[in-house]
């Protein structure tokens, strides 16, 4: 019993930490219900999805959300978004609900619907950018007609075991909690108006649970040593080992290979970390005042284009970044008193869509960082970063004894064996 126990405290401890990021202590997405008029039977509804996470966006093929009626609920209409199935109706004559299912599945319109089918903040194909990347971008919302429900606050039921999926697992939502109502303002902004009954549903994030193995990779080189030090091998687990394809394989030619799957498996290029992203950090060049990085972002799958992808790094002297070329960058500082992290995302119509493995699957840029006198040096790795992560996953970096180091920094073998020999020599000096 006392095993049992332990264990369940054990599991519940490594799900919270995983769920918590350092990073961004405050990120979260926040699904907010907000019943705007009561009908017949219920009520209708806006939801609005908002991604208040700094870093992590919900990419193609955008979010799912679900959740469980408390009572019989059905949802006569959906604006903005709809369900993946319309469940058993067959007790209704005349009307027929979008959907009669206990446990609906929602997903967001593609762009391009028609406009009756348009709501506020929709129709993006679940698509959601990161609050810190572009917050008038970081909405999503849609409006549904729910039936046999309540008609009054004390009558609603809120529904319970919400879901979401932004494209993949990761998130834990917790219970929808009523709180007080959503107020608006009118388009002219000289009248107020507010809902009749709000409630809020909190998930976050954990990449324990969306998957066992990184998502990406990190490699190291800087111009004082001509030794690269690569991904470590199977960062990413080598499951995919055996259905790899090679950069020159002609099955790449073929019509359709690229298009990607609806399970989201990978196509990627054979690597000895088999990851379908690689970091690489370049030391440049060093100046009396500066120093000099380049930054390449490469894409190892042939199904994925990365669009709003984003690159965050901790580094201590990035609180004197000076110029980034060909990325947007942004500070991230989480606690007031410590600046050494940083975003860097793609400039929009530029460079902010990650191709497709091949020969245009790449991004790079350089940044300029001012010297701290008082601080800087280029020994014990101290010039390669901290931490990185890759779209709001860390990716794995190499062991730090393998970081390129200083011409003159001896490794500790060498430096043994010239030490006996100085001795050996001093020793015979002395006999001598």
């Not at 369900?83 to 009307?95: H, P, R, V």
């Not at 299912?101 to 990161?130: H, R, S």
């Not at 388009?187 to 107020?192: A, E, F, Y």
Request: hydrophobic share 35%; glycine share 6%; charged share 15%.
């Amino acid at each position: 019993m006392r095993f049992f126990v332990s264990a369940f405290f054990f599991l519940v401890l490594v799900f919270c930490t995983a769920a918590y990021d350092p990073l961004d202590p405050n990120g979260n997405v926040t699904i907010k219900w907000d019943i705007m008029s009561w009908t017949a039977d219920g009520y209708v509804a806006v939801v609005t999805l908002n991604n208040f996470q700094m870093y992590r966006h919900i990419m193609s093929p955008g979010w799912t959300l679900g959740w469980t009626w408390a009572k019989k609920e059905v949802i006569w209409s959906m604006v903005g978004a709809q369900t993946t199935e319309q469940g058993d109706c067959s007790k209704f004559k005349g009307n027929i609900p979008h959907c009669c299912k206990k446990i609906p599945t929602v997903v967001d319109l593609l762009p391009g619907v028609p406009y009756n089918q348009q709501f506020t903040n929709c129709c993006k194909g679940g698509v959601v950018a990161a609050w810190g990347q572009d917050p008038t971008a970081a909405v999503s919302a849609f409006q549904l007609s729910v039936g046999l429900a309540g008609t009054s606050n004390k009558t609603v039921k809120l529904p319970k075991n919400f879901t979401l999926l932004g494209p993949g697992p990761g998130y834990t939502c917790g219970p929808a909690k009523v709180v007080p109502s959503t107020a608006f303002l009118t388009p002219d902004l000289r009248r107020k108006t507010q809902a009749l009954m709000t409630w809020n549903v909190t998930c976050t994030y954990s990449q324990f649970l969306a998957r066992k193995n990184p998502s990406c990779c990190v490699s190291f080189s800087s111009f004082y040593n001509d030794t690269i030090t690569p991904c470590p091998s199977c960062a990413c687990g080598c499951q995919n080992k055996n259905k790899c394809v090679k950069s020159d394989s002609k099955i790449l030619q073929m019509k359709g290979i690229n298009t990607p799957k609806k399970d989201n498996t990978p196509l990627l290029q054979c690597t000895h970390h088999m990851c379908p992203v690689r970091v690489h950090w370049h030391v440049k060049q060093n100046y009396k005042e500066y120093w000099r990085v380049k930054l390449a972002v490469t894409n190892f799958n042939y199904r994925m284009n990365y669009t709003l992808w984003s690159l965050v790094v901790q580094h201590p002297n990035l609180n004197n970044v000076t110029q980034v070329f060909s990325f947007d960058y942004k500070p991230l500082v989480p606690y007031e008193s410590i600046n050494d992290t940083g975003m860097f995302y793609g400039m929009k119509y530029y460079n902010d869509l990650l191709m497709e493995a091949g020969p245009y699957g790449n991004i790079q840029s350089e940044v300029l960082l001012q010297k701290d006198k008082n601080t800087f040096t280029f020994k014990q790795g101290w010039a390669f970063p901290r931490k990185v992560y890759f779209n709001g996953d860390e990716c794995m970096l190499p062991p730090p004894d393998t970081y390129p180091h200083l011409p003159n920094s001896a490794p500790k073998s060498l430096l043994a064996l010239s030490t006996l020999i100085s001795s050996l020599i001093f020793l015979l000096i002395s006999i001598w």
